[in-house]
């Protein structure tokens, strides 16, 4: 069976990426054709996640063993696990994290499956725009993070979140009580 995979970014809305792969072949060799495809360089830590209908990860498929012994997760290996191993279905979600300092990551949707055929060597099938920088300066990436937090100004919260404008002294009860309570 061949997988045909479509891969977008949230970074680079122009840009998408259609790749054709065996679904016997490995993470691995599917990694490698999507760091090809985008120009990208293949000595940065990266890893799959194959995701529910809301993108929510669920495994991990790692470039290499983090040496977590102590886990109860399965651990899943790019070089040792074969994509039908984890994908069966079209339309299935994985997220391909490709810089993990930001969390940085691709969205990969399985388009299609095609039957009774082989393919080789994965193949980029179409690439459109420009792929998002490979890596950002830390510096970068909380500038972006800063500009997108709104202090609300006084003015803009408005008295309803004070509560009414009027006061009612008898919504209070009687504090009468409350003297000679140590409070």
Known sequence: MI???????????????????????????????????AGYDKDQMDSFYICDEEWNKEKEVTYVDMGTDDSDEDLWLMEDTHLDELIEDEGQRLKFVFDYVTERNFFIKLKEIVYGKKLHDPLCQRKEGKAPKETIDLADTLAI?????????????GEEFYGDAEFNEDELGDLAELEGEDL
């Open 3 to 37: 997988y045909k995979f479509v891969i977008g970014s949230e970074e680079a809305e122009n840009f998408k990426l259609e790749i054709a792969i065996d679904s016997e072949d490995t993470f691995l060799r599917f990694r490698n054709a999507i760091l090809e495809a």
């Open 145 to 157: 993070a800063s500009s997108k937090v709104v202090e609300p100004s006084l003015d803009d919260i």
